[in-house]
């Protein structure tokens, strides 16, 4: 019962820091691309 649970909790929580990464590098891709699109605008 304790390592079910145990496994479930460490489960949950790997799922959440990867989708965490996932997020953060797609704000950081979405960051850049808005950066090199206003320096774009900028150089017209």
């Known amino acids: 019962m304790f390592d079910i649970d145990l496994d479930g909790s460490t489960r949950r ?7 965490g990464n996932r997020i953060q590098r ?3 891709r ?3 691309l808005q950066e090199t699109t206003m320096a774009t605008s900028f150089m017209m």
């Open 13 to 19: 929580r790997l799922h959440f820091f990867i989708t």
């Open 26 to 28: 797609k704000q950081d």
């Open 30 to 32: 979405l960051r850049t």
